[in-house]
């Protein structure tokens, strides 16, 4: 009889436990998904101000610059549970902020993060943060970048994504063209094909995209000029260098 009743309550401290566990695991703090998001992108990205649970919540997103962050857009999400399973969490986020629309499903692994059904569109300005190298031409415009399913690991980089810059501008000069930007990942690398859709200042050619740390992007292809826009030859010199004519071949090199 005793025996039976030990049993019967070694029963009830198990079960105990068990709901204590699944209800600690049901409401971990937003402040984890941020642990996450941060870690998957390499410190890239951050959520600040998190409220709610790592399975649904909202805060606010945010990209590294010059050692600290800056805001992007408020944002929501909503996480998969059974997802963890796999060794991925399964995120459904969305955001808006003035001038910014967010819609993507991210997969976060321990040192990946991958992007799928990515349809994002924000002012070309919010990319000077991201990218230094981006602060000598102060873009205009907008940036929008589209994906079906796009990973980037520590030393890899697969799937393809397009990146558009529309009514774009550098340096104070407005609505130089749009371009396009389609990275088709292989691996350990990236293949890059960069394209002008319309514009007085046409910028297309090829390049690399090094998924390796530290991380380099090469490019080589050819500015050229509408010879009537004369206020473009600044421009042309940044992007290509000085010379003759209105056509110049250019070579980029950064890490990113």
């Known amino acids: 009889m005793i ?6 309550g070694v029963r009830f401290a198990i079960l105990g436990v068990a709901a204590y566990l699944v209800f600690l695991v049901a409401n971990l703090p937003a402040a984890w998904f941020g642990v996450a998001l941060e870690r998957a992108s390499g410190g890239a990205v951050a959520l600040g101000d998190a409220r709610g649970t790592v399975w649904k919540g909202r805060g606010s997103l945010a990209v590294r610059s010059a050692g600290s962050f800056r805001a992007v857009a408020d944002v929501e999400w909503r996480c998969n ?10 995120v459904t986020l969305s955001g808006a902020a003035p001038g910014v629309t967010l819609k993507a499903n991210l997969g976060l692994g ?27 031409v102060k873009p205009d415009g907008r940036v929008r970048v589209s994906a079906d399913s796009f990973e980037i690991g520590p030393a890899s980089v697969r799937g ?3 990146v558009e810059w529309v009514d774009a501008g550098m340096s104070g000069i407005a ?17 890059l094909r960069l394209a002008t859709l319309r ?58």
């Not at 549970?81 to 399964?90: I, K, N």
């Not at 990946?112 to 981006?134: C, G, N, Q, T, Y």
């Open 3 to 8: 025996e039976a009743l030990r049993r019967t």
């Open 81 to 90: 549970p059974l997802s963890v399973f796999t060794g991925r969490l399964a």
């Open 110 to 136: 321990l040192r990946s993060v991958r992007l799928e059904k990515v349809d994002a569109s924000v002012p070309a300005a919010l990319v000077e943060p991201a990218f230094p190298a981006a602060a000598l």
């Open 160 to 162: 393809a994504a397009t």
């Open 175 to 191: 609505r130089i063209g749009d371009y396009r930007l389609q990275i088709t990942g292989s691996g350990d690398s990236a293949a």
């Open 199 to 256: 514009g007085d200042l046409r910028l297309n050619g090829n390049g690399e995209w090094r998924a390796a740390r530290p991380r380099q992007v090469q490019m080589r292809g050819v500015a050229e000029m509408t010879p009537e826009r004369k206020e473009l030859e600044p421009l042309l010199v940044l992007l290509a260098g000085p010379g003759a004519g209105n056509s110049r071949p250019f070579g980029w090199e950064m890490t990113i």
